[in-house]
Structures are given as structure tokens and as C-alpha cells.
């Protein structure tokens, strides 16, 4: 996710590209990559630990089964897997950020106590400059996405590719996004397999690629929907979608016990409260990038999961 800073304007494409800002220091690069190896560790552990936890086993267990070698492997594999995306994202966000000159930091990752989820709760970067023209609007909210997913894709062909079946005593039910649908039939298996690393670590990418996606507020896809729409198009669609993902969470609630729509409604709210930064340099957006978005509506719907999670009673 990109968070945007409006503090200073720029003037876009008078500078060669470079990676790395000048005003980068050693210190700032050791913060990044220690929050990173934090995160490493801490999703590895949440790989590792997950499926005791989806078997309801006691805390005792899960606690040792972080030291079993197998375990760890397979949260290896779901660190890896998650990370990749999860950085792919926040690069594609960062390159096109630099192809501008535009001030942004590097990704920092949120680590989180194994316990209490996937060991992460993702990861962002802080965008320094006002985005004041539309293209440029356009191409960094959704490179994040594009990036992500073309990661995520191969993730969740080898997550289905090597899936077993379904274990039937999980109190936990995961939904479907239509890409593992339609994965799964291309390789002639269901795309509802037993929990593996790849696959999980696949599933919350697409999950995150979604969210992101939706036009809302600054999120990625509210960026998108204002460079094309402008600011009353793209209010008009983030109310939609607000109003949409009322009834999804109502009927998690009501139909499947699960309550974790309501926490993404609250979310979308503050996005939407959150005024986005106008452009003042608006030219016509272009046929590629009109292309582009067909594509990125293209990934939301094969990633969007409208229930994520169903609770089994």
C-alpha cells in the first residue's frame, strides 16, 4: 500500500532514474531490512504454527510445534511465498514512484506476534510529495497490484498443483478466489485443498491484492478510480462499494458467524472519510492506461473473496 504525504510538488520526468533516493542514508536502510528479518521470523513462526491452530490444538502444542523442523519448513515456504508478493507489491509502487522523482521511502514491513495471525500485517511505503498529475496518479497506484499479483499467480498454480484434499475437521473455512477456480480446472484438481504453505501464502496475496484494489479512499484502486473518474466519479463509486460491503457483512454475520466483514467496512469508512489529494495536472489518461485498468479490474475480480473467511459451526 502507498501512503501518500502532501507536502511538497514536483514537476515529473526531468530527472534520469535511480533506484535509490540521494537522500538515503545507511541508518534508514538497516530500519528497513531489520523490520523486514522480523518479519521473516515472525511469519515463518506463524507458517509454522497455523495449521495446529486451524485444528484448534491446544496453546501448549502450538507453541512447540514452532521447533518442529517440519513445521518450520512449511512456514519457511509460507514466509517466502507471502513476502515475495507482499514486496513485489510495494516495489512496484516504489519503482514507478522513482521513475517520477518522486520522494518515497523504502517498503516497511509490519511484523506482528505469530499468535495473533500470519505474522504480519503487511507492509507500506510513505510517498513524501503531493501526486499532482493524473498519469502519474494512475501508474503508481496500480503498478502495487499488477506487481503482486503476477507473483501471486505461479504461487497458487504450485499451491493447488501439490494440494491435497480437504481436511474436514478445521473449525476455519476459507473462500475462494475465481483464479483458484479457474486454476483448478485448468490442472483438473479442486481448488479447495488441506491448508498448505504456498497455497495459504498465495491466498492471503490475492486477499491483500483485492482489498487493495478497491476504489476507495487512497487505497490503490481509489487512486485509480480518481485519476480516470475524478473526484465526484470517484465518490460515487467508493459509496457504492461502501454500501456493497454492508450487505457482505451482514450476511457473514448472519449466515456464516463471521464478523470480519464489519472490521473491513470500518476500514473502507475511513478511507472514505479521508479526502484525496486533488491533481492538478490532468491530461487525457490515454488508451494504454484506459487498457490497464481493464486489466486491474481484471485482477479484483479473479482475487476478490466477497467472504474470506466462513466460521464452521
Not at 167 to 180: A, K, W
Request: glycine share 10%.
Amino acid at each position: 500500500m502507498a501512503v501518500p504525504q502532501a507536502e511538497v510538488e514536483t514537476s515529473y520526468g526531468e530527472s534520469s532514474f535511480s533506484f535509490f533516493e540521494p537522500t538515503i542514508t545507511v541508518g534508514k536502510i538497516f530500519l528497513h531490512l531489520g523490520l523486514l528479518l522480523l518479519t521473516i521470523i515472525t511469519t515463518t513462526i506463524s507458517g509454522a504454527i497455523f495449521p495446529h491452530i486451524l485444528s484448534e490444538a491446544e496453546l501448549l502444542y502450538i507453541v512447540r510445534s514452532a521447533l518442529d523442523k517440519a513445521a518450520l519448513l512449511q512456514g519457511i515456504l509460507f514466509s517466502f511465498t507471502l513476502l515475495t508478493i507482499l514486496t513485489a507489491h510495494e516495489l512496484g509502487h516504489y519503482i514507478a514512484c522513482r521513475y517520477y522523482g518522486i520522494q518515497v521511502s523504502l517498503p516497511y514491513f509490519i511484523p506482528v506476534p505469530p499468535l495473533l495471525g500470519i505474522g504480519t500485517l503487511g507492509a507500506f511505503i510513505k510517498i513524501r510529495q503531493l501526486i499532482s498529475d493524473r498519469r502519474a496518479l494512475f501508474d503508481i497506484g496500480v503498478a502495487g497490484p499488477l506487481a503482486g499479483f503476477a507473483f501471486a499467480l505461479p504461487a497458487a498454480v504450485v499451491g493447488i498443483y501439490f494440494g491435497q484434499p480437504p481436511i474436514e475437521d478445521t473449525s476455519i473455512d476459507f473462500g475462494l478466489p475465481l483464479l483458484f477456480i479457474f486454476i483448478g480446472e485448468f490442472l483438473g484438481k479442486s481448488a479447495e485443498v488441506a491448508w498448505n504453505p504456498v497455497w495459504f501464502g498465495s491466498w492471503i496475496g490475492l486477499l491483500a491484492t483485492a482489498l487493495n484494489l478497491l476504489p476507495v479512499g487512497q487505497l490503490d484502486g481509489g487512486h485509480v478510480s480518481y485519476a480516470l473518474f475524478g473526484e465526484r466519479g470517484h465518490k460515487c463509486i467508493a459509496s457504492l462499494i461502501i454500501l456493497v460491503q454492508l450487505v457482505a457483512a451482514l450476511v457473514g454475520y448472519i449466515k456464516y458467524n463471521w464478523s470480519g466483514g464489519f472490521i473491513y467496512l470500518i476500514l473502507l469508512l475511513l478511507m472514505f472519510l479521508l479526502k484525496h489529494p486533488p491533481t492538478t495536472n490532468n491530461p487525457p489518461i490515454g488508451t494504454a492506461r484506459v487498457l490497464t485498468a481493464v486489466i486491474a479490474l481484471l485482477v479484483f475480480v479473479l482475487s476478490f473473496m466477497p467472504l474470506p473467511i466462513r466460521i464452521v459451526s
